[in-house]
Each structure stands twice: as C-alpha cells, then as structure tokens.
DNA sequence: GTCTATAAACCGATAGAC
DNA sequence: GTCTATCGGTTTATAGAC
C-alpha cells in the first residue's frame, strides 16, 4: 500500500507501533524507538521529521494492512439470506470472528489497543482516522445490522453499531483493571470464549428486541 | 471525607485532575500543575513527596467524593420489590441515573475521563483503585443485577456488569471521534436522551434474555 | 543513509533563604 | 509554608563527520 517503507522507515514503523500502543505519543521516547528498531537515534527526525509525524505513520500502517477480515462481506452475505437459521448462524459467527480477531491465539493485540488509545486521546491524526477508518467500517457495520433487522432506524442501527463496539473496546482498554479484579494473569482461552458467549448473547437479545428474526444456535 | 487537605493542597488536588485526565501522569507536567493551582512549583513535592502520590490522591479524591448517588441504596431497594412494574421502574430509573451522571448538564467531566485513563493507563496505584473503588462498586452493581434477575449466575451477573460498564465508558472514552462521526460540536441533550434510552433497551433486553421479570416502561 | 556529538529545552526533585 | 535557584537527568532535534 505505502512502497515508501524500506527496511529502516518500515522498522522503526513496526516498533513504535507496540511502544505508542502501551505508553502513548507523550510517554514513548525517540530512544526508545530507535533501540527497539536497531536503529541510530536520529533515524526518527532524519525519516519522519518528527516523532508526531511516525505516529501518524504507524496508524495509517495499522489501519491500510493488519484489519480484520472485511465486514462488508458479511454485510453482503446477509442480504442474501432468507432462512432465520442460517441468519443466526451467520450473525454469531461475525460476533465470533470480530471479537476473536482482537484476541489472536498468539501475536501481538498492540493494533487494536493502539486504535483504542487513539479514541481515547487526542491525536494530531484523529480526523483522518475517523474519516479513513472508522467511518467505513462503521457503514458496513450499520449495513450488516440493518440487513439482519429490517425494521431499524438508522440511528438505531447506528446506536447498535455502538453498542457491539463498546463491549469489544472494554475488554482491550480495561484490560489490565479487568485482570487484576479478576486475580487473572491473563485472559485464557476459557475467558475469552465465556466473554464472546456473553457478548452474543447481548446482541442476540437486543438485536431480536429491535425485530431482528433470530435465535441464538446452540453451541 | 479527607481533612487533611487544607487550602494549597486542595487546589492543587483540583488542578491536577483536569490536567491528569487530559494529558495522563507522564505528559503532565509539576510546573503545569503549579501554575493552575496559582502554587509554587516546589509545592507538589513538598506537599505529595512525588508527582505518582499526587496522582494517587487525586484518584482517591474523586473516588470518595465525586461519585454518583450509590448503587448500594438502588439494591437494597430492589430486594424489596416483588411488583413487576416497580421492578421494571426502579431499573429504568438507575440506569438513567447512572448514565447522566456522567453527563452533568453543567460542570466538569473530568472525573469520568481521568477514571476512564486510569483504566487504560497503567497507573502506580491501579490495584489500590481496583480493590477500593472497583471491586467494591461492581461488587453492588452485580448485587442489584441478581435481585433483579435471581436466576443468573455469579458469572453471568459479572459480564452483564461488563457490559452496563461497556456502554458508558464507550460514550465518555471515545468522545472525541464519536462527535467527529456525528460531526457534532459537543454531546447535545437529545442526543444523550437517545443515547440513554438505547442503553436502557439493551440492558432490559439483556436482563429478559436471563430471566428477568421486568418490561421497558413506556417513556 | 548512518553515525557521533551536542545544542537547547524541559523534566522532577531538592537545598536553603525567608 | 512559600519562594528562588539549581542540580542531575532526560527529552527532541540538529549539525557535521563519514
């Protein structure tokens, strides 16, 4: 997508994306960065100009390449499905994939907390993000919501949008009070599979509140 | 609640928590606080040891005193309560509460922030916050979900605690982009009246799905 | 393009006068 | 308790050799 990350623009990218995800724009330091990379200390302003200006980098980064699998197809596949059963199955298996593709088995979920961060706090690139990022995946989402129940509003789907992202958006921000009330060192895969359950259940339940034509399947 | 906190002290309290919320402990600086609270910059050190103590005592600050009128009183109620519709009533009405007092129509909502960061933000005393403001307040939260819902389990009763916490939290965290995807200037009160009854409609459809005895009251 | 060296500013914290 | 002055450390950013 972006050619003009060679070897040294591209790892300083990939390792300020973990370092601004875990301690912010203000709390990671050029030194840090450059260490990480393998790189000199004036490798961030000779290639960027400036540290504000590799944030911005890392997020376009994040945002054109690691996604998870588009929510456009299954907005599609849901237009064309007729039958309850398999329109359930369709929507728990999105539930499922959307909140599992946060969670990867292994590899790092820096991304997702870099994008949360970037929610939370200001930054020099939010506009863009919102308008690049978040603004068409949201449409799908609102298209995916409105395909499974007809009847919504448009704010209403825009209101569910929210909802099935703020659960999501929870268990990555609040990770860390999250474990500690917990006693937990991490979330195991039992955890998570419970909390995704959880989840699909509430969007079954609000979903079929609103008019949707689905039954959570059996497990 | 905390006498201790004379004249200088308490405006320095008071500065730094704006400055906190928005900027997080690192990217805040002594000077900044010093400045605001019209004290020296030697101030924070000699009153608070250290910048992390100050951090601290602003957190403590918010906790015993700014919170919302206590969930405990909101389940002692419902344990009381067989009528369905004063069930249904009384549900309705904490979760309005709960949700505007958030949103004070005038006033600082910083208090809300500066939790929500800590939650993010690794901060020195995160596990003291959890067991004295967390532990304590969610462990309320799940008790009037099960008088109003006897049938859940503990677990259960604790990720729907997530999920009313989710919603929340959403809406204050991701402020920023939310208003930039609405292209809004500020959170107006029709849309928190909106946002506030789609919130109420999960969490009933939530509580139904689990066996609660509770219908939405007509608004 | 990569490195060293360093400038210029800022930070938290402290010593000591008042 | 408040203030000034300052120390020691770190930061971003840059100048210049290679």
Redesign the interface.
């Known amino acids: 997508m972006n050619p003009s990350l060679d070897g040294t623009k591209l790892a300083l990218v990939e390792a300020a994306g973990p370092l601004f995800a875990e ?2 724009l ?2 990671t330091s050029i030194r840090a960065i450059a260490e990480r990379a393998k790189a000199n200390v004036a490798a961030v302003n000779y290639h960027f100009g400036s540290k504000e200006n590799l944030y911005t980098e890392v997020l376009r980064h994040v945002a054109t390449r690691v996604m998870r699998r588009p929510v456009g197809e299954y907005r599609a596949e849901a237009e064309g499905t007729r039958s309850r059963r398999d329109l359930s199955q369709l929507v728990a298996e999105f539930i499922s994939d959307w909140f599992h593709s946060y969670f990867p088995p292994e590899g790092p979920v820096w991304h997702a907390r870099l994008m ?7 930054s020099p690139s ?2 863009q ?2 308008d690049q990022v ?2 068409p995946e ?1 449409s799908e989402l609102e298209g995916l919501l409105r395909a499974v129940c007809p009847g919504m509003t448009e ?2 789907a825009r ?2 949008a ?2 099935l ?3 999501i ?3 990555i ?2 990770k ?3 474990l ?2 917990l006693r937990m060192r991490d979330y195991d895969p039992a955890f998570l599979d ?2 995704c359950g ?2 699909t ?2 969007v ?3 979903l ?2 609103y008019g949707a034509p689905i039954t959570l399947p059996a497990t």
């Open positions: 301690h912010g203000e709390g949360m961060r970037t929610l939370l706090e200001p939010l506009q993000i919102v978040f603004r949201h704010e209403q209101f569910c929210f909802t992202s703020a659960q958006t929870f268990f921000m609040a860390a009070p999250i500690l009330f419970s909390a959880h989840v259940r509430v079954f339940a609000m079929r509140d």
